[in-house]
C-alpha cells in the first residue's frame, strides 16, 4: 500500500518569511513518482512539481524549492520569501506502479500568509 | 493551449435529481479522471479513463454514479438519484500518459450542492 503524510494541517506566516511544508510516503515499489500541487482560495488545482525515485537532486524554480530524500522517504516543499498569493492549500501526491500510478493525495497543508 | 474544461463551475440542486457534470480533457491526452474532494476524505480518485475506456471504476461509492466518455474529448460523471452527502468539489483531470512520469493536469473544479 501506498500513502503521504502530511502532518502540518495549517501554517501561517507573515510575508517574506519562508516556509517549508513537509510530506513524507510509504511504498514498496522502487519506482514511484512525486508530485506537489497548489490549490488557491478560488479551488483550481495547480500542478506545480513531479519527481521520479530514481532523481534525488533538489529543484529550485523562482521562489520553490523542494527537496527530495530517499533516505527518510520525504518530498518536502519551500517557498522562500512567502508573499500573500502563495496562501493556498498544497498537496503532496504519489503514484506507483503497483497502484496503476493511480495518485494517492495528502491531506494538503493549508498555508496562510499575512502581509 | 486550452486546459481542462469543466462544467458547469457551480450546480446547486435538491435530493432526488440527475446531476451531470461534464469534462473536456486536454487534446492529445489519452487519460481522463474524476476525481472528490470533500473535507471529510479529502480527494479521492472516483474512476479513470485511458482511450475512452474505464479502466479503473473503484472509487466509485454506489450505483447512483456513472460516468461516460463516448469520444476523446468528452466526459460525464452522472448522479442518480442525487443524495445531500453527494456535495463536494468534483474534479476533472487529464495526462498523456500515466507510465512516463506525466502529470495530471486538473479542471477547475465542479461544486456541487445537494439540499
Known amino acids: 500500500a501506498q500513502k503521504v503524510t502530511q502532518a502540518q494541517t495549517e501554517i501561517s506566516v507573515v510575508e517574506k518569511e519562508d516556509v517549508t511544508l513537509d510530506c513524507v510516503y510509504e511504498?514498496?515499489?522502487?519506482?514511484?513518482?512525486l508530485f506537489w500541487y497548489k490549490q488557491p482560495p478560488s479551488g483550481e488545482l495547480v500542478f506545480l512539481i513531479r519527481?521520479?525515485?530514481?532523481?534525488?537532486q533538489n529543484e529550485i524554480s523562482g521562489r520553490y524549492s523542494w527537496n527530495f530524500q530517499k533516505s527518510t522517504s520525504s518530498f518536502n516543499f519551500t517557498i522562500t520569501a512567502s508573499q500573500v498569493v502563495d496562501s493556498a492549500v498544497y498537496f503532496c501526491?504519489?503514484?506507483?506502479?503497483?497502484?496503476?500510478?493511480?495518485?494517492?493525495f495528502g491531506a494538503g497543508t493549508t498555508v496562510t500568509v499575512r502581509a | 493551449d486550452a486546459g481542462v474544461i469543466q462544467s458547469p463551475r457551480h450546480e446547486v440542486t435538491e435530493m432526488g435529481q440527475e446531476v451531470t457534470l461534464r469534462c473536456k480533457p486536454i487534446?492529445?491526452?489519452?487519460?481522463l479522471f474524476w476525481y472528490r474532494q470533500t473535507m471529510m476524505r479529502g480527494l479521492e480518485l472516483l474512476i479513470y479513463?485511458?482511450?475512452?475506456?474505464?479502466?479503473?471504476d473503484s472509487g466509485m461509492p454506489e450505483d447512483r454514479f456513472s460516468a461516460k466518455m463516448p469520444n476523446a474529448s468528452f466526459s460525464t460523471l452522472k448522479i442518480q438519484p442525487s443524495e445531500p452527502r453527494d456535495s463536494a468539489v468534483y474534479f476533472c483531470?487529464?495526462?498523456?500518459?500515466?507510465?512516463?512520469?506525466?502529470?495530471?493536469?486538473f479542471g477547475d473544479g465542479t461544486r456541487l450542492s445537494i439540499l
Open positions: 511504498t514498496r515499489d522502487t519506482t514511484y513518482y
Open positions: 487534446s492529445g491526452h489519452d487519460y
Open positions: 501526491a504519489l503514484s506507483v506502479v503497483s497502484n496503476d500510478y493511480k495518485l494517492s
Open positions: 519527481r521520479n525515485s530514481f532523481d534525488e
Open positions: 479513463f485511458n482511450n475512452n475506456v474505464p479502466i479503473d
Open positions: 483531470a487529464s495526462s498523456r500518459s500515466v507510465d512516463s512520469n506525466q502529470p495530471q493536469h
